[in-house]
């Protein structure tokens, strides 16, 4: 007789699993509704959006304000807008925005561009004949826009209840779109241009790598690393002074439209910590409406030269009374200093000036020779071609591109061959002093100084916060 085995009985009651669930779910639930502390903290130190300092200050009185009456904790006024926590009720209704733009009414078609697509085929998708295409195009000349589409583009249509087009609508950029509204006598077409709110927007970097990878890490786009690079490119060599762990802070002009960043401005004010010394730049308008950059205390930051001819180009020779030539194989003064950097990179005009020369000039190839007033020339020589515009007995500015880096002459690779000369002799430019600009003009002083003093203060502040949040 043989006896069956009895059934084990369960590990965990059925009432422990129902709660252990309902742990699960509301852990999830918490993760959803307070992300990671640490998550929003690397964001906010990316960029963060201000308002002028009148703005900023009625802001923080109207926190304070709020905080006396309802003892509940005023938010940063630096904070990120598009950091902050979303209430859930909130961030539902936002998920829910596509599905209820669709159900504009039943005449209401959408369609995303695809690869391939072109208007006719976009106008099949929404049951529209190719007639219809043509009669939009033939209505008005700038109806032709609607033909220069791009992937990912969402064209909105409106059709009677015949199945007629009435509108057609799509938007070009963050700031602009185009509309074509049916009437008696056709189609209108018409163009709407949103207005953006200019903001100010702070970052700070640290360099650890190159200060483009930095900049970009920071949160500062390039257009802007370089405009950085130009306004202290008179007193840093960004070829060869830059150093792990130089730091930089800048506050820049955006453009925001419903709360999104659609372009920058041109920088404020900036501050840059290289090898230890502190440099700082202030933009002035003056009131003839010239702008340019100074130091806090008014000395203008542009000098008679900038300090290298080519954005961030790697120094490959330095000026040196006895080296050996590379193709000469002898030794031979090397009066000039080599950058080398890709074929077809610009090089600038170190000054204002007449060009001497744009031409063949022996060993240095297609060459620039730039005479600025009676004391100084500079000689740039390799290049691979002159700019539009460049010819000899014409004249430049300072940072006006002149040319761009090749191997002409006798060259082994492409680079540019860069020299100085003082009276006729040839120096160092890598230790040539710069002669300075004029600096603020005193009938103007005070009111840089109205500027001046509440950016460096804002800077500062700023920075202290941000090391501060980062912290936590």
Do not use: C, W
Request: charged share 20%; net charge positive.
């Amino acid at each position: 007789m043989t006896t069956e085995p009895s059934k084990a009985p369960p590990l965990y009651p059925k009432t422990h699993l129902l709660a252990a669930s309902g742990i699960a779910a509301l852990l999830s639930l918490a993760l959803l509704v307070f992300p990671s502390s640490d998550v929003e903290a690397k964001k906010t130190t990316l960029s963060l959006e201000l308002e002028s300092p009148a703005e900023q200050l009625t802001q923080e009185q109207d926190a304070a304000e709020a905080v006396q009456a309802t003892n509940e904790p005023a938010a940063s006024p630096f904070a990120q807008i598009e950091n902050s926590p979303q209430d859930p009720a909130q961030a539902a209704s936002q998920a829910e925005a596509p599905v209820a733009e669709e159900k504009k009414g039943p005449d209401h078609r959408e369609v995303i561009v695809a690869k391939g697509d072109t208007l006719s085929t976009l106008f099949e998708k929404v049951g529209l004949p190719s007639t219809s295409v043509h009669e939009v195009l033939a209505s008005d000349k700038q109806a032709k826009q609607f033909t220069q589409l791009q992937r990912g583009q969402k064209l909105e249509f409106e059709l009677n209840p015949d199945g007629q087009l009435t509108n057609l609508h799509t938007k070009l950029s963050d700031l602009e779109s185009i509309t074509l509204t049916k009437n008696d006598k056709g189609y209108v077409f018409n163009r709407v241009t949103a207005k953006p709110t200019v903001r100010s927007a702070y970052v700070h970097g640290v360099i650890n790598s190159s200060l483009s990878q930095s900049a970009a890490r920071a949160g500062l786009s390039h257009s802007l690393t370089m405009d950085m690079a130009s306004v202290f490119g008179y007193d840093i060599d960004f070829a060869q002074d830059i150093r792990q762990g130089d730091e930089f802070d800048v506050i820049y002009e955006q453009k925001v439209v419903n709360g999104k960043s659609v372009g920058n401005g041109p920088i404020l004010s900036a501050r840059f910590t290289n090898r230890g010394k502190t440099y700082t730049a202030v933009r002035y308008t003056n009131k003839q409406g010239n702008s340019s950059y100074y130091t806090a205390d008014g000395n203008s930051m542009r000098k008679a030269f900038i300090r290298t001819p080519v954005d961030f180009a790697r120094i490959s020779s330095k000026f040196s009374a006895g080296r050996k030539h590379p193709i000469l194989n002898k030794i031979r003064a090397h009066k000039g200093v080599d950058y080398a950097a890709p074929r077809g990179t610009p090089i600038k005009a170190a000054g204002d000036g007449k060009v001497l020369l744009a031409g063949r000039r022996g060993g240095y190839g297609n060459t620039v020779i730039i005479q600025h007033g009676n004391t100084y020339r500079t000689l740039y020589g390799h290049m691979q071609g002159f700019a539009k515009g460049v010819k000899t007995g014409g004249t430049v500015k300072q940072g006006q591109v002149i040319g761009y880096i090749g191997t002409t002459g006798l060259s082994t690779g492409p680079h540019l061959h860069y020299e100085f000369q003082v009276n006729g002799v040839h120096v160092d430019p890598l230790g040539q002093k710069l002669p300075m600009a004029d600096p603020i003009a005193k009938g103007e002083r005070t009111r840089f100084l109205a500027q001046s003093q509440p950016l460096m203060a804002r800077m500062d502040q700023e920075k202290a916060t941000m090391l501060a949040s980062s912290k936590r």
